[in-house]
């Protein structure tokens, strides 16, 4: 299945870049001419579309690929405004307008700001049909189990949309190296890790193949427990199996910082048993920042971030 999965995104990666360059023709309302305008045809996981090249009013479902259109300068019309990262902080302006949540897009908003992309993500995939109604729609998925090849194919169908290939090619190229410094180095520690979602008062662990299975595949930190179950919600987990697997870093996020919630993760942790592990111990429990890593990984920042975060962790 990993093999399959794996072969299935390489024929996306080498597909989806794939461009038909043509020309499409609009009329100028101030002088009534035609305008032509050129176009590509991007291939994605869950269709066809084309789409004018630098287009120019964009809304975006996706905080990463938010990110990534901010770091190289390009603009958009509309996002939702629920759930941003503070260092995304500038798309709360009035000027950019709000068209729903993550999980529910306001339909009549996004019509009548009459867009010419829309690029979405996983929490919006169900809907495809609905916002291709309005406007061409891309969707830019990261794979968690996959993150590097996913990262950079979605940032090449970007570089393709704005014209910006070369400079989004450099920078992915810069994180590249970035990541095979912390692989290395995480690798030469020899360093056992669990990676734990807290949720108001539960505990969920994520291993290799999961949504953010990056810190095991990319970023070089060996899973205390091979066998974790790869699901969306990770598999539930209790404060004595992590005493009994005892990793030497427990990397925690905690999700209710984003989406709300009464108990925080600090508060989840802070019981003898856990005060028992060589993580505790070792001043080894790192609290992620989860806007970056629920909401806005696979982002140029947010990718920045995450490796930060984790060599920052590893070699202090």
């Known amino acids: 299945m990993k093999i399959k999965r794996l072969s299935i995104l390489i024929v996306i990666m080498a597909i989806s870049v794939f461009l038909i360059a043509g020309c499409d023709s609009f009329v100028d309302e101030s ?4 305008i032509e305008m050129e176009t ?9 579309v084309i789409v004018n090249k630098e287009p120019n009013r964009v809304i975006v479902f996706d905080y990463g690929i938010l990110d990534a259109l901010d770091t190289i300068g390009e603009e958009i019309i509309g996002l939702p405004k629920s759930s941003l990262p503070e260092y995304l902080g500038k798309y709360r302006e009035d000027k950019y307008i709000d068209v729903g949540t993550l999980q529910e897009p306001n339909f009549e908003t996004i019509y009548e700001l009459s867009p010419d992309l829309i690029i979405i993500s996983a929490r919006q995939s169900s809907l495809y049909d609905e916002f291709m109604k309005i406007a061409p729609t891309v969707y830019l998925n990261v ?5 590097i090849n996913s990262f950079k194919n979605n940032m090449s169908i970007l570089g393709t949309i704005f014209d910006r290939e070369n400079e989004l090619e450099k920078i992915v190229n810069d994180i590249e190296i970035s990541i095979e410094e912390l692989k290395d180095a995480a690798g030469k520690k020899d360093i056992k890790s669990l990676f ?3 949720n108001d008062g539960n505990l969920s662990a994520f291993g290799k193949g999961s949504r953010f299975g990056v810190i095991h595949n990319e970023f070089g930190l060996a899973p205390i427990d091979e066998g974790i179950e790869v699901s969306t919600h990770g598999q539930k987990i209790t404060f004595e199996y992590i005493l009994e697997k005892n990793p030497d870093y427990i990397f925690v996020m905690d999700r209710a910082v984003v989406v709300g919630g009464d108990i925080s993760a600090k508060q989840v942790m802070d019981n003898e048993l856990i005060h028992s592990t060589k993580a505790y111990k070792n001043d080894n429990i ?3 920042d989860a806007y970056i890593w629920y909401v806005s990984s696979g982002g140029i920042t947010g990718t920045e971030r995450m490796v930060e975060e984790i060599n920052s962790a590893i070699r202090k």
Do not use: P, T
Not at 143 to 147: E, I, L, S
């Open 286 to 288: 790192i609290y992620l």
């Open 143 to 147: 794979d968690g189990g996959d993150y």
């Open 40 to 48: 590509v045809n991007i291939v994605h996981e869950l269709g066809e």
């Open 196 to 198: 734990i979602m807290a």
């Open 31 to 34: 002088s009534g001419q035609d």
